[in-house]
T-cell receptor, first 113, second 109 residues
Framework: DAGITQSPRHKVTETGTPVTLRCHQT?????MYWYRQDPGHGLRLIHY???????DKGEVSDGYSVSRSKTEDFLLTLESATSSQTSVYFC????????????FGPGTRLTVT | KNEVEQSPQNLTAQEGEFITINCSYS?????LHWLQQHPGGGIVSLFM???GKKKHGRLIATINIQEKHSSLHITASHPRDSAVYIC???????????FGKGTRLHILP
């Protein structure tokens, strides 16, 4: 298994509070991604990173920010959590962008009450 | 209309049956992925293919680029194959991956 961990694995938070999710990899892969998975939808890309300090938006980036200060860590921050951000969040990594296999972390279940 | 459509959405079958899950897409692609997600579990990549056919154990994936269609087959299905199977494509347009909504497979013993 690719070395990808996510923390926390579960979190319950209140509306309006800030939340940070962490993705950590030991594979030295260049690309890292944050997705959310919701019933009735496929996985949707929130943000991705193509190198240290290099990030770009995905299709559902509103309300989220990211940072990547080290190759191995990619942080996803909800500045002020809303109930619509209740979801399961997956981090993924790949060696390159484009048609390369992606390896997924175990997921973080976030509930915003 | 979704750019990646899977069928069926749900499938229940008896152990030992031959299973086919279909994926159709409407964008130009550089590759197609099949992923597996067990209940409450993480997501595992099964195949990445851009032409022809790939086989791994009891799993076979095929793709027809001209028809923009792929199939995932499971031979001699087993209850441990019960999972959600997700089709995803690498779009030529913007290098992003587009995911289907998944097919939930339940194999009865």
């Amino acid at each position: 298994d690719a070395g990808i961990t996510q923390s926390p694995r579960h979190k319950v938070t209140e509306t309006g509070t800030p939340v940070t999710l962490r993705c950590h990899q030991t594979e030295n892969h260049r690309y890292m991604y944050w997705y959310r998975q919701d019933p009735g939808h496929g996985l949707r890309l929130i943000h991705y990173s193509y190198g240290v300090k290099d990030t770009d938006k995905g299709e559902v980036s509103d309300g989220y920010s990211v940072s990547r200060s080290k190759t191995e860590d990619f942080l996803l921050t909800l500045e002020s959590a809303t109930s619509s951000q209740t979801s399961v969040y997956f981090c993924a990594i790949s060696e390159q962008g484009g048609p390369y296999e992606q390896y997924f972390g175990p997921g973080t279940r976030l509930t915003v009450t | 209309k979704n750019e990646v459509e899977q069928s069926p959405q749900n499938l229940t079958a008896q152990e030992g049956e031959f299973i086919t899950i279909n994926c159709s897409y409407s964008v130009g692609i550089s590759a197609l992925h099949w992923l597996q997600q067990h209940p409450g579990g993480g997501i595992v990549s099964l195949f990445m293919l851009s032409s022809g056919k790939k086989k791994h154990g009891r799993l076979i994936a095929t793709i027809n680029i001209q028809e923009k269609h792929s199939s995932l087959h499971i031979t001699a299905s087993h209850p441990r194959d019960s999972a959600v199977y997700i089709c995803a494509v690498d779009s030529n347009r913007d290098d992003k991956i587009i995911f289907g909504k998944g097919t939930r497979l339940h194999i009865l013993p």
